[in-house]
């Protein structure tokens, strides 16, 4: 069964095709970043417009590079939530259209469903019952996958992601737009335990996070010093902040796959990018005798082959959508 499938949620303009759910033919992005650098953070109004300008051309590509037609494909796949919702509109608009055209079925996608969805395509043997972490710019989950589309949230954060706390702090520090990967790097030349920003716990919440507090001892951190007259060693603070981050995510998630007697445990989202927190989810796994699962950072980040993976999921189960399928800003998990 072949899929073409469109991501749209964020800063990311993407198409794919994908064949019985996991093999990967194709997987275009076309990244705004160069674009929203300017403005230090995603401008959604221009993510929307640059969506338009390049979508028919990502989704041309996927199909010439798998080497199918429209005609081809079985149905169409589109993330239609959770994400800004012009960006959104912009890749259902395009799958609707497609869907109509080409008289396809349309399936409608969680992004948060795509993002763990991208573990089956990294690892074709993984199969549910799992648990896992899902880290990006919007979202910090801790979820029980039960079966293919079947979830169950045991933990969220109350405030900020991972990611957004990442690219705020990149921006406190000086080092612009996205933060993640910048932290990461220059993590490397700085001392973790060099200064102790707090791990918050949340009373009767144990799988729950809350990254603002973390952020707000950066920043205070920084005052601190700026009134002392001190320059700050930034390789240090990037090393302590993701110290700090990466440490909460990966107890949390240890904490529950224990609590819930699960062994198997999967890593996704733009954070599960990051170097630290690839390390320390591998030796806590490793630790303690669990399986544990990661894609490469090519389906960590937004990507609709990953969409393409979920959807396939959903259509098998009898997803189908019609032309109100509609953007879903603020759309759930299970
Ligand atoms: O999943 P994603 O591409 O988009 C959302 O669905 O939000 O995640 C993007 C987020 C950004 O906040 C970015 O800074 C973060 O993932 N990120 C990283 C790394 N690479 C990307 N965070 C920490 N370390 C990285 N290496
Ligand atoms: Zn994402």
């Not at 733009?270 to 699962?293: D, P």
Request: proline share 5%.
């Amino acid at each position: 069964m072949k899929i073409l499938a469109i991501e749209s949620s964020c800063d990311e303009t993407a198409a794919a095709v994908v064949e019985d759910g996991r093999t990967v033919l194709s997987n275009i992005i076309a990244s705004q970043i160069e674009t929203h650098k300017l403005y230090g953070g995603v401008v959604p109004e221009i993510a929307s417009r640059k969506h338009i300008e390049v979508i028919n051309q990502v989704i041309d590509e996927a199909l010439t590079e798998s080497g199918k037609s429209l005609s081809e494909m079985d149905a169409i796949c589109v993330t239609y939530g959770p994400g800004l919702v012009g960006a959104l509109l912009v890749g259902v608009g395009a799958a609707k259209a497609l869907a109509y055209a080409a008289d396809k079925p349309l399936v409608g996608v969680n992004h948060i469903e795509g993002h763990i969805s991208a573990n089956f395509i990294a690892h074709p043997e993984l199969e549910p019952p799992f648990m896992c972490l899902v880290a990006s710019g919007g979202h910090s989950h801790i979820v029980i996958v039960k079966d293919y589309g079947e979830y169950e949230v045991l933990g969220r954060t109350r405030d900020d992601a991972a990611g957004e706390a990442f690219d705020k702090v990149a921006r406190a520090i000086g080092l612009g737009y996205p933060g993640g990967p910048k932290i990461d790097a220059l993590a490397k030349q700085g001392d973790p335990f060099a200064v102790e920003f707090p791990k918050a716990v949340i009373d009767d919440a144990p799988y729950d996070f809350s990254f603002s507090g973390v952020k707000s001892a950066v920043l205070n951190y920084l005052n601190s010093l700026s009134m002392k007259g001190e320059e700050p060693n930034s390789a240090d603070i990037a090393a302590s902040f993701q110290e700090a981050v990466t440490g909460v995510l990966t107890e949390h998630t240890m904490k529950a796959a224990e609590d819930r007697g699960i062994r198997k445990i999967a890593l996704a989202g733009g954070v599960a990018c990051n170097s630290a927190l690839r390390e320390k989810m591998t030796a806590a796994c490793e630790e303690r005798g669990f399986e544990f699962y990661m894609p490469p950072a090519i389906l960590c980040t937004d990507n609709a082959a990953m969409i393409g993976c979920a959807g396939y999921y959903e259509y098998q189960k009898g997803r189908r959508d019609g032309p109100d399928l509609n953007a879903v800003p603020a759309l759930k998990l299970g």
